[in-house]
């Protein structure tokens, strides 16, 4: 048996689609479960729609959730002559022949099928008729010479043995009248020159697959193993695409989910291994099977996305949280290094409640911005009762030379009792003061995380 090689085959004429990453993400852990080979093949081959800014995101996306495939890419383009060499020998070979149709032939053909509501398939004129009824000024496509008669049964790892009647598959074309080679042609010879030895891809691939089989079955190549996955589905049950919002990476990214716990929940959308829920990168590779993957198609879940990411915003090192959270910041806001060690400081309840970087993001602006903006809504709140809590906390405050919370909570209790109010009536108006809204982190954590000429300030200004 030759050594496991699998392969992503996406084409650049528009952004990944995370759909497409969830494949990616299979077919590499399968490989690297079965320490085999994963590559990448970027199939280029429509001219006008390829554009070398989506080969590159394609790229950065498998780099940024964390996927490596072997090797350089594979441009499907550099390889069309190899294709056009297999159209020749299956021709040769008697499994093709050249159709003369014409495009009007083929209309009439397609109106026909929608007018007796059958699906269209090429009634196969050309099939039997012989070089000397070619017209002499027309340039043949052409078609690969489909099985009649039977069944085929595709052993399918995933969705168990599917059978097709032979005669539902057209003589599909392989060669277009310009000379170049169609999809299922150039995927085949690519597959097969690149070793490939389980394909494991989407099931609206299915009948294209009882297409490529039979190209490797007439070259007498060794068949290789499929499985078809399920695809993704939108949270209303309808097949997810690339006009879908949160369709690509970036838009996870920009909103501050983080590669690691976006991988977690594509592994675990559509694929379970007992209970767990929670897999290191090392254990999704240990654990990965196709058993493992459901018949039934899945439903994107941006909800189960935040408490994934919440999850490992909680539990991943501080110091590893304050990597991703500048990097983050490098990408979508602004530079924060002068902040910096202010945040790192304070990430332990920065991060409390933040299901992304970007909430972590928006609970640091008051360390973030020097002067902090108290909206019209939160200075209501400023009344006169609060604007006295406010001087008698920094009388006090400002006496202290050590600021920890023991020396806060006495203050505060005393405004407590002495304006006959509670906890609320106390922290409410310090939080506005402090960080411009109501909202925000716990008022003792916000205190300690200012310097004390800053909390001086601030208080005054609000007072």
Known sequence: MSKVATR???????????????????????????KGLFHLRIEDTDKERSKDEYKNQIIESLKWIGIQYDGKEYIQSTKIK????????????GNAYKCYCSNEEIEEQKKRAKQKKIPYIYDRKWRNKTEAEAPKDKNPVIRFKSKIDGTTVLKDLVQGDVQIDNDTIEDFVILR???????????????????????????????????????????????PSFAHIPLIHTKEGKKLSKRDKASTLKDYSKIGIMPDALRNYLLRLGWSFKDKEIFTLEESIKYFNLEGIGKSPSKLDISRILSMNEHYIKNISENELFDHFIKYCENYKNRIESKSEKIKKSLSFLKNKAKTLED??????????????????????????????????????????????????????????????????????????????????GIYDIIMSLDKNEVIERLKAAS
């Not at 389980?198 to 691939?205: A, M």
């Open 8 to 34: 992503f085959a996406p084409s650049p004429t528009g952004p990944l689609h995370i759909g497409g990453v969830r494949t990616a993400l299979f077919n590499w852990l399968y490989s690297k479960n079965q």
């Open 177 to 223: 009248n310009d000379g170049s080679p169609t999809y299922n042609l150039s995927a085949s010879v690519d597959d097969h020159q690149m070793k490939v030895t389980h394909i494991i891809r989407g099931d609206d691939h299915k009948i294209n697959t009882f297409k490529q089989m039979q190209i490797y079955l007439a070259m007498k190549w060794e068949l």
């Open 82 to 93: 190899s294709h056009v060499d297999v159209a020749n020998e299956l021709l040769k070979n």
């Open 360 to 441: 972590i993001y928006n609970n640091s602006q008051y360390l973030i911005k020097d002067k902090i903006k108290i909206s019209s809504e939160d200075q209501k709140l400023l009344d006169n009762l609060a604007k006295t809590i406010l001087k008698d906390f920094l009388k006090e405050f400002e006496k202290l030379s050590n600021i920890n919370k023991e020396n806060l909570e006495k203050i505060i209790n005393n405004l407590i009792e002495n304006n006959k109010t509670n906890f609320k009536g106390v922290g409410q108006p310090l939080r506005v003061a402090l960080v411009g809204s109501k909202f925000g982190p």
